[in-house]
């Protein structure tokens, strides 16, 4: 596939920052700050409180490509009410809305409970994508780059308790080379419209797609971040951990585990420390087990703090060409999925999670990767209580200019450079791999990091670019899981350039759809070929993190031609034959769990078809030879 990329470098101006602002975590200050002073998730215990700020808020656009208009400084011109969480974009019959390209603004009235004078408070964005600011009244109050990690504002100094405030929420959704993922925006040749270009094949969603919320800790000692990092020695279960709290704690530090019955299992103190459960259940794939761990802080017999964590004790580990869960040989069965649903986009949805996990269970997927972006902090928690496994991903797809939505037209331009992806680039992508790993550090689900989808692993450039971030990850999980990146089709064991720097090789292929298409016997020489390749000049484990065929719910072919549900069916098992003559293929992930909107193009029909389930989760008929399959590879018949 030739295809041209449009990079239209002049085209973005940055947006200048016309207020002063007491947390402003600016574009370019972005990979030296954290966005979160308080990290755990929002949540009710004895000593929190927590108010969702979830429903209709007032919407507006602003005005195209001007940054500084000042909706936000009164309310919102009266009509457009929105729900919160969704992506905006199919909400409203108007394509000026869906296409748009900048800054939009949510806003609601906020009271804080009059109950809470004596407490902190703050607003927490689960996600604001990709670009999100927080004003209350007219202030400018908090600012975060990064379209699926949280952020927040410490508003306790600004309102009092009992009283009503405007909450604005200005969201962008504009992606440029420097940003991750990237994208261009483009000026159209006649009427001068903006347009965003991006390389990823998803549609580019945006808005609050997840919660928003306003909770409250205690005013001067609290608990900031727990960090529990697992281990087992023999019968018993480690947990070793470590407890961030505010400034101001003089209070002690008070561990209690307890088990899925509430039972005291292990107790410690202090902020450092190891708590040793003496007879351990472990979290296992399929049958997951969670111990609570509860932080105290605890002053003259006072709790002035409490918050649990869901930890669950399991080891992984990567030996040879196998990879290891509780020392156990474990092989991934499941899917890349997307956060993608009609109407609500990206927006998180409790129905859709909990139905897209019996699906799983249903088909026998015990594994998912978090393609191509972190999901919300929900699905996490909802696989950590389900046993499910998870490849957690950045928002690092489309690092590719030799890939992409159009027509071709010429040679690609190096990927990367200065005018394409750079340092800066590589600065907000080291941003987001802190902020996954900040974020999901906890999840027992979570068994290693995916820097990256489909970069141009073999460009000049590479290798310079990967190992920086490779050793970011490395450094910022406490558990040491493995770092992966995710391997593009035409960065070949012969021309790949960074693989050597992660512990697994995950490899996306499409042999039998972009390249011997529709031609099955070809295919399979062709990806027996290039197994091969791979597992003589590594000795690791290979998942295959991607493979899947457009499929047409419906459309049927006694001959088995593209498009139709037969070709999906024997497409996908000439793939499992292949895996099944090589161990050192220990996952297979499909490409895709659903049908997921797109960019429309000339190859895109309402998007992407490769889902084993349509878009509202309808089997096709490879649902059923992969449930056959996989209920027997992890041994649920
Ligand atoms: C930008 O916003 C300012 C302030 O509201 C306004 O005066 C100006 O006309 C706007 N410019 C454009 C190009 O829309
Ligand atoms: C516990 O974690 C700390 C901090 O990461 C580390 O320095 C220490 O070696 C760990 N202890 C054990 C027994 O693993
Ligand atoms: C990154 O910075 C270094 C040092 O200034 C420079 O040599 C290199 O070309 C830059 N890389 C890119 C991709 O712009």
Not at 204 to 232: C, F, H, K, M
Not at 317 to 325: A, D, E, W, Y
Request: hydrophobic residues 40%; contains cysteine.
């Amino acid at each position: 596939m030739k295809v041209l990329i449009g990079l239209s470098l002049l085209s973005f101006v940055a947006p200048s920052l016309a207020f002063p602002a007491a947390q402003n975590y600016a574009r370019n200050d972005a990979a030296h700050q954290h966005p979160l002073h308080i990290q755990l998730k929002p949540k009710n215990t004895a000593t929190r409180e927590l108010v969702s700020l979830d429903g209709l808020w007032d919407f507006a656009l602003a005005q195209e490509g001007n940054d500084t208009a000042t909706p936000w400084t009164s309310r919102l011109p009266k009509g457009l009410e929105i729900p919160v969480p969704a992506s905006y974009n199919d909400i409203f019959i108007d394509r000026k809305i869906h296409d748009h390209v900048g800054w939009v603004y949510y806003q609601r009235e906020v009271i804080v409970p009059r109950g809470w004078s004596d407490e902190r408070y703050l607003i927490r964005i689960e996600a604001a994508t990709h670009e999100g600011r927080i004003y209350v009244n007219d202030e400018l109050v908090a600012e975060h780059v990064g379209g699926y990690t949280p952020f927040e504002a410490d508003i306790t100094s600004l309102v009092s308790a009992g009283e009503k405030f405007r909450l604005t929420i200005a969201v962008n959704n504009e992606l440029t080379h420097e940003t991750i993922p990237p994208g261009n925006i483009e000026i159209t040749e006649f009427t001068g419209k903006r347009v965003q270009r991006y390389q990823h094949d998803f549609y580019n969603y945006a808005g609050l797609a997840r919660s928003v919320w306003l909770y409250s800790v205690p005013r001067e000692q609290y608990i900031r971040d727990v960090v529990a990092v697992t281990g087992v020695d023999g019968a018993a279960g480690l947990i070793n951990y470590t407890v961030t709290t505010s400034e101001g704690t003089t209070g002690d530090i008070r561990i209690t585990v307890l088990d899925e019955d509430g039972t005291t299992v292990a107790e410690a103190s202090g902020a450092h420390g190891i708590a040793r459960i003496n007879s351990v259940k472990l979290w296992q794939p399929g049958a997951a087990y969670l111990y609570q761990f509860v932080v105290d802080i605890v002053d003259s017999d006072t709790v002035i703090d409490t918050y649990s964590v869901a930890v669950g004790i399991r080891t992984v580990k990567v030996s040879g060409r196998q990879f290891l869960i509780n020392d156990k040989p474990f092989y991934f069965t499941g899917f890349g999925k997307h956060e993608d649903s009609a109407i609500r986009g990206k927006g998180h949805d409790q129905a859709y999670l909990v139905h897209d996990f019996q699906l799983l269970d249903w088909i026998g997927a015990n594994s998912f990767r978090t393609s191509h972006y972190p999901y919300a902090e929900e699905v996490m928690e909802f696989a950590d209580r389900h046993g499910i496994v998870v490849i957690d991903e950045t928002p690092a797809v489309g690092l590719a200019y030799s890939i992409g939505g159009g027509v071709s037209g010429g040679d690609p331009p190096p990927t990367f450079s200065p005018e394409g992806i750079n340092n800066n680039t590589r600065r907000a992508h080291a941003q987001a791999i802190r902020e996954l790993i900040a974020r999901d550090k906890n999840h027992a689900s979570v068994v290693m990091w995916s820097i990256a989808n489909e970069p141009a692993s073999n460009e000049e450039g590479a290798r310079e670019y990967f190992a920086p971030l490779a050793q970011v990850a490395r450094d910022a999980d406490p558990a040491h899981r493995p770092v992966v990146f995710v391997n593009l089709g035409l960065a070949t064991y012969k021309v790949d350039r960074i693989t050597d720097l992660f512990d697994l090789i995950c490899l996306n292929r499409y042999f039998g759809w972009y390249s011997e298409t529709g031609d099955l016997e070809e295919a399979e020489a062709a990806l027996e070929e290039e197994l091969k390749g791979w597992e003589k000049k590594f000795e690791k484990p290979i998942i295959f993190t991607e493979y899947g065929a457009d499929t047409m719910a419906g459309l049927h072919s006694v001959f088995a031609l593209p498009w139709s549900e037969e070709y999906q069916t024997e497409f996908l098992d000439m793939y499992h034959r292949v895996f099944d003559r090589h161990d050192s293929v220990i996952g297979e992930q499909v490409w895709n769990f659903a049908d997921f909107q797109t960019n429309m193009g000339i190859n895109r029909v309402d998007g992407n078809k490769k889902g084993v389930f349509t878009r509202d989760r309808k089997p096709k008929a490879s649902a059923h030879n992969l449930r056959a399959r996989w209920r027997k590879l992890i041994g649920v018949e």
